[in-house]
Every structure is written in C-alpha cells, then in structure tokens.
C-alpha cells in the first residue's frame, strides 16, 4: 500500500486526501494537548499565556479549517 502522505497533493486519490487530513488532524490534536499541559503551568509569564493561547486559538481553527475540507471531500 503507498502511503498517502508521501504522495505528491496532485497524485493523490480522494481517499488518499482524506487520510492525509486526518493525519494532519490528529497531528493538530496532540499539538492542542501540548500547548493546554504548558498553558496550566503557570508560568508567571503575561506574554508566554497570552502567546500560548493564541496558538491554542490558530492551532484549533486550523484543525477545524481540516476537518470541514475532510468532510467536503467526495470519494
């Protein structure tokens, strides 16, 4: 079997697509669990929570902006 996520983006099947997304959604989930595990260290740091939160906020749009492109696509 190849591997989807080596494949070139224009060599790709839809089912292809599909699972490089999903694997890009996975890699996006444990990123959020990383990033909320330093965000409840407190770290006394205003900048450090206020950056941390705004990669919590990026890094969740961007797994939402994959998993609607994954939903929309048609095999």
Same mark, same amino acid.
């Given at each position: 079997? &190849?591997? *989807? !996520?080596? =494949? %070139?983006?224009? $060599?790709?099947?839809?089912?292809?697509?599909?699972?490089?997304? &999903?694997? *890009? !959604?996975? =890699? %996006?989930?444990? $990123?959020?669990?990383?990033?909320?595990?330093?965000?409840?260290?407190?770290?006394?740091?205003?900048?450090?929570?206020?950056?941390?939160?705004?990669?919590?906020?990026?890094?969740?749009?961007?797994?939402?902006?994959?998993?609607?492109?994954?939903?929309?696509?048609?095999?």
């Amino acid at each position: 079997m &190849r591997s *989807a !996520i080596l =494949q %070139l983006p224009d $060599a790709r099947t839809a089912s292809e697509r599909k699972q490089v997304l &999903r694997a *890009a !959604i996975r =890699q %996006l989930e444990r $990123a959020e669990i990383y990033l909320a595990a330093v965000a409840y260290m407190e770290l006394d740091d205003r900048d450090v929570q206020r950056t941390v939160n705004r990669l919590r906020s990026e890094v969740d749009a961007l797994r939402s902006h994959l998993a609607n492109e994954r939903s929309e696509i048609r095999e």
